[in-house]
């Protein structure tokens, strides 16, 4: 199966920094999720991106379906130490879902 | 609250024993998934079902087996040919036709 390409694998910031991930993919994708996981948890929508093109904010959460639908980003502005976990990319064909690797964020107080 | 629950969250087991995780959903979804979680590595599917009494393999079936009696339930049975089962599982759904997947809280299987 297909996994997405997902980058950095972990980031280490201060408190109050902006941080910025991607995903990319071979293959295009109908939809582009972005979730966050906290530690022995299940991963939480963050947002859901329907067209090529769009950008969609969600509070500090920015992120852009690319235009080829092969890529997305998720910049998250002024951090803060709750921000700290796992961020997933997922893409959307058919019925089925496909995940990056996950980026590991770090928030220094 | 609708919502996906799985259960238990921490299970051991003896290796050569099989095992059911649950997954209960009360979201009306139609399709449920579950996916294998370990570290430094994105999700894997094991099964998924779009209707009641169908299902399909994903990419790492080998050693899991599932049922789906009925729509919101999907429970997922990890047997003693899986060669490495202790990691963290995952069940998911959707409604099928929309493009959104929502998690459970996980289940942590450890074999010993």
């Known amino acids: 199966g297909q996994q997405l390409n997902q980058s950095p694998q972990s980031m280490f910031i201060q408190e109050g920094e902006d941080v910025s991930m991607n995903c990319t993919s071979s293959s295009i994708f109908n939809t582009w999720l972005w979730y966050k996981q906290d530690p022995g948890e299940g991963p939480v929508l963050l947002i859901a991106l329907y067209k090529a093109g769009e950008l969609t904010s969600n509070g500090r959460l920015t992120a852009q379906f690319g235009i080829t639908r092969k890529d997305s980003f998720l910049n998250i502005s002024a951090s803060i130490p709750s921000d700290v976990g796992i961020y997933f990319c997922a893409g959307q064909r058919g019925n089925q879902f496909y995940f990056g690797t996950g980026t590991s964020l770090t928030v220094i107080p | ?112």
């Open chain 2, 1 to 112: 609250d609708g919502g996906i629950t799985q259960s238990p969250k921490y299970l051991f087991r003896k290796e050569g024993q099989n095992v059911t995780l649950s997954c209960e959903q009360n979201l009306n979804h139609d399709a449920m998934y579950w996916y294998r979680q370990d570290p430094g590595q994105g999700l894997r599917l094991i099964y998924y079902s779009q209707i009641v009494n169908d299902f399909q393999k994903g990419d790492i079936a080998e050693g899991y087996s599932v049922s789906r009696e009925k729509k919101e339930s999907f429970p997922l049975t990890v047997t003693s040919a899986q060669k490495n089962p202790t990691a963290f599982y995952l069940c998911a759904s959707s409604i099928i036709g929309e493009t959104e997947a929502f998690f459970g809280q996980g289940t942590r299987l450890t074999v010993v």
